[in-house]
């Protein structure tokens, strides 16, 4: 029998949970209607039970009975596979939880990014019964992230790929077997341009360069702005040395075009080094590296200017490199050192002085030439704390032998003109001397001629200076390379020394032989000595005296020998 109070109690129990439950999943609706994710609810037959409006009304989808396909239907194409392959896995693999990233159109026909996080339910059997999950639109990390990428792989400036985009590039190219030529271009001089426009017109130029360059990379190419002043143009169908050589040509004559950026007038000069993959690397950086070098190379040169890689040319380089940063401590590591050449006087054939020669042993590099150190030494400024070794080493040494044998014996110091240069120069030689205690008189400046000499008054106006306090300035390798009339008329020179390549070439043919004469003619006239420099033999000697010069200098005599051989020379022929 029914108790009917009970049961009463028991309809009213069951009211009130009805209710209860009710108002439960109400307030769950409302939660999920208040979130601003998606949540979703389905069966194993894809059915979804249910979808919160707040989030899919922004879909195409029926909100009261949708199924998984009509989701599926807005992923984008490229998508797709990833969706259903983790549906799969889902159901195969039988994973509690799950996690994917799509794209899903919306209703304004736009792709939005979604993270998709499900977790399904399994029973004893393994059979999956219902999924529920949720749906975030990550558009905005996704445009973030992306953002994000395209800086680490682009220019800011310029948007054009950076160096790693470039790297990455030309790795995998050559992984799928691409042989091209990679242009590294050097913008010279911008500095110049920041400096006298400023930095707002600066960069409007980089961008006009880098759009001219986008403009010559054609179909296949690609630019990449690899630091503030370089470029790198990436020619990936051309390998034909004379092709890329005409590219090249064009896109210098391009990039010389003056720049109008609101009315200032830019021009910039370039130069561009090439290296062709895979001949010269297999790998991005060693191809880049090696254009690197073939750029520093054309830099040289007078701009626009071009040069293909060549391994000759690295070594060289490398050479150059490493004698640059090793000469800045030759001196301090005691590497450096003077040898003495005797100059015979051509009347008496006794010594009347000794050039300082210097040497340079270096445990890596050996013995390294002044012929090629010394151009090297002027680039880097170390020249001038070179050059007052030399001169103090060679006063000084110079001194003893004047004190010990000779009070006559000259010493002849090279100097370079960037030495002359230098402000100070000439109360730093006079201080030299003084502290040395040579004979002021007893000291010649060897310098060799060249355009900065004729045209630098400040430079004229030193010799003057060092002529008047005493010392003998002599010109040095007259005849090779440059050799200027006008440098004997106004500069007070005591001496000329004439080359041994210009020597040779009196040997071997009459004209010069009498030019030289002419020359040697005119010299004495002016009250100047004339040395001859590089006689290596009898021959040579008989034939040189005939251009009656006063001195010899050259292996015939002597080779450049160490200070203690020279002590031994002199002992030997005191009476010299
Ligand atoms: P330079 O001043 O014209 O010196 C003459 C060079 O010719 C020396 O070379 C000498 O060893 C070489 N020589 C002398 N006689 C003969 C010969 O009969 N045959 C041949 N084949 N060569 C001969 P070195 O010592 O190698 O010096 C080369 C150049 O380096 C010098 O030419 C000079 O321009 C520069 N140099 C050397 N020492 C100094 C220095 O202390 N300061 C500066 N600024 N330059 C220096
Ligand atoms: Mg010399
Ligand atoms: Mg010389």
Redesign the pocket.
């Given at each position: 029998m029914v108790n009917i109070t009970n049961g009463k109690n028991n309809v009213e129990y069951l009211v009130n949970e009805i209710e209860l439950y009710k108002k439960n999943i109400e307030r769950l609706e409302l939660i999920f209607e208040a979130a601003k994710e998606g949540m979703w609810d389905m069966d194993d037959d894809g059915n979804v039970r249910f979808f919160n409006s707040s989030f899919y009304k922004n879909f195409d989808v029926s909100l009261d009975k949708s199924t998984l396909n009509e989701w599926i239907h807005l992923v984008h194409p490229e998508d797709k596979h990833l969706f259903s392959e983790n549906v799969v896995m889902q159901k195969i693999k039988r994973i509690e939880v799950f996690k994917s990233q799509y794209r899903v159109k919306n209703k304004n026909n736009e792709y939005v990014w979604i993270e998709a996080i499900g977790k399904a339910q399994y029973d004893a059997d393994g059979n999956m019964i219902f999924m529920v999950g949720a749906h975030v639109d990550i558009t905005e990390r996704k445009e973030h992230e992306k953002k994000i990428l395209f800086m680490a792989y682009h220019d800011n400036l310029t948007s054009l790929p950076n160096r790693n985009l470039l790297e990455k590039y030309i790795n995998e190219g050559i992984k799928n077997c691409k042989s091209g030529a990679l242009l590294y271009i050097n913008v010279k001089d911008f500095k110049y341009v920041n400096d006298v426009f400023g930095y707002d017109i600066g960069d409007k130029a980089l961008i006009r360069i880098s759009k001219k360059l986008e403009k010559n990379s054609g179909n296949d190419g690609f630019v990449s702005r690899i630091s503030g002043n370089e470029f790198v143009l990436l020619l990936d169908s051309i390998f034909n040395r004379d092709k890329i050589e005409q590219k090249v040509k064009y896109v210098l004559e391009e990039l010389e075009q003056k720049i109008d950026i609101e009315g200032r007038i830019i021009k910039i000069s370039t130069c561009i080094g090439i290296a062709r993959f895979p001949n010269d690397g297999i790998v991005a950086k060693e191809i880049i590296q090696n254009a690197n070098f073939a750029m520093t190379i054309a830099s040289k040169k007078i701009t626009p200017s071009y040069e293909f890689f060549d391994l000759g040319l690295r070594n060289k380089l490398l050479r150059e490199r490493t004698i640059d940063n090793s000469l800045k401590t030759a001196l301090e590591n005691n590497e450096l050192f003077?040898?003495y050449?005797p100059i015979i006087c051509a009347k008496t054939g006794k010594v009347a002085s000794m050039?300082?020669?210097?040497?340079w042993n270096n445990v890596d590099l050996g013995v390294v030439?002044?012929?090629e150190f010394?151009p090297i030494a002027?680039k880097n400024n170390a020249?001038n704390k070179?050059?007052d070794f030399?001169l103090e080493e060679a006063c000084r040494q110079g001194n003893i032998l004047n004190e010990k044998y000779n009070a006559k014996l000259r010493v002849a110091?090279?100097?370079?003109v960037i030495?002359l240069m230098q402000n100070g120069f000439v109360s730093k030689v006079i201080s030299i001397i003084e502290n040395t205690g040579v004979d002021k008189n007893n000291v010649i400046l060897?310098i060799?001629e060249s355009c900065a000499i004729e045209t630098n008054i400040d430079i004229i106006e030193k010799i003057v200076k060092l002529r008047d306090y005493g010392i003998l300035i002599v010109v040095?390798?007259f005849g090779a390379g440059y050799s200027s009339i006008n440098n004997l008329i106004q500069l007070p020179i005591a001496g000329l020394?004439i080359?041994?390549s210009i020597i040779e070439k009196s040997l071997a043919n009459d004209n010069v032989f009498y030019m030289m004469q002419a020359v040697v003619a005119y010299a004495h006239n002016m009250k100047m000595t004339v040395v001859a420099?590089?006689?290596?033999d009898k021959l040579m000697l008989d034939r040189i005296r005939g251009l009656n010069v006063n001195y010899i200098?050259?292996?015939?005599y002597s080779?450049?020998i160490s200070f203690n051989e020279v002590i031994e020379y002199m002992e030997n022929n005191k009476s010299i």
């Amino acid at each position: 029998m029914v108790n009917i109070t009970n049961g009463k109690n028991n309809v009213e129990y069951l009211v009130n949970e009805i209710e209860l439950y009710k108002k439960n999943i109400e307030r769950l609706e409302l939660i999920f209607e208040a979130a601003k994710e998606g949540m979703w609810d389905m069966d194993d037959d894809g059915n979804v039970r249910f979808f919160n409006s707040s989030f899919y009304k922004n879909f195409d989808v029926s909100l009261d009975k949708s199924t998984l396909n009509e989701w599926i239907h807005l992923v984008h194409p490229e998508d797709k596979h990833l969706f259903s392959e983790n549906v799969v896995m889902q159901k195969i693999k039988r994973i509690e939880v799950f996690k994917s990233q799509y794209r899903v159109k919306n209703k304004n026909n736009e792709y939005v990014w979604i993270e998709a996080i499900g977790k399904a339910q399994y029973d004893a059997d393994g059979n999956m019964i219902f999924m529920v999950g949720a749906h975030v639109d990550i558009t905005e990390r996704k445009e973030h992230e992306k953002k994000i990428l395209f800086m680490a792989y682009h220019d800011n400036l310029t948007s054009l790929p950076n160096r790693n985009l470039l790297e990455k590039y030309i790795n995998e190219g050559i992984k799928n077997c691409k042989s091209g030529a990679l242009l590294y271009i050097n913008v010279k001089d911008f500095k110049y341009v920041n400096d006298v426009f400023g930095y707002d017109i600066g960069d409007k130029a980089l961008i006009r360069i880098s759009k001219k360059l986008e403009k010559n990379s054609g179909n296949d190419g690609f630019v990449s702005r690899i630091s503030g002043n370089e470029f790198v143009l990436l020619l990936d169908s051309i390998f034909n040395r004379d092709k890329i050589e005409q590219k090249v040509k064009y896109v210098l004559e391009e990039l010389e075009q003056k720049i109008d950026i609101e009315g200032r007038i830019i021009k910039i000069s370039t130069c561009i080094g090439i290296a062709r993959f895979p001949n010269d690397g297999i790998v991005a950086k060693e191809i880049i590296q090696n254009a690197n070098f073939a750029m520093t190379i054309a830099s040289k040169k007078i701009t626009p200017s071009y040069e293909f890689f060549d391994l000759g040319l690295r070594n060289k380089l490398l050479r150059e490199r490493t004698i640059d940063n090793s000469l800045k401590t030759a001196l301090e590591n005691n590497e450096l050192f003077i040898c003495y050449q005797p100059i015979i006087c051509a009347k008496t054939g006794k010594v009347a002085s000794m050039e300082a020669l210097l040497r340079w042993n270096n445990v890596d590099l050996g013995v390294v030439s002044p012929f090629e150190f010394i151009p090297i030494a002027e680039k880097n400024n170390a020249i001038n704390k070179i050059g007052d070794f030399v001169l103090e080493e060679a006063c000084r040494q110079g001194n003893i032998l004047n004190e010990k044998y000779n009070a006559k014996l000259r010493v002849a110091v090279n100097v370079s003109v960037i030495q002359l240069m230098q402000n100070g120069f000439v109360s730093k030689v006079i201080s030299i001397i003084e502290n040395t205690g040579v004979d002021k008189n007893n000291v010649i400046l060897e310098i060799t001629e060249s355009c900065a000499i004729e045209t630098n008054i400040d430079i004229i106006e030193k010799i003057v200076k060092l002529r008047d306090y005493g010392i003998l300035i002599v010109v040095d390798d007259f005849g090779a390379g440059y050799s200027s009339i006008n440098n004997l008329i106004q500069l007070p020179i005591a001496g000329l020394k004439i080359d041994k390549s210009i020597i040779e070439k009196s040997l071997a043919n009459d004209n010069v032989f009498y030019m030289m004469q002419a020359v040697v003619a005119y010299a004495h006239n002016m009250k100047m000595t004339v040395v001859a420099e590089g006689v290596e033999d009898k021959l040579m000697l008989d034939r040189i005296r005939g251009l009656n010069v006063n001195y010899i200098q050259g292996f015939y005599y002597s080779k450049p020998i160490s200070f203690n051989e020279v002590i031994e020379y002199m002992e030997n022929n005191k009476s010299i």
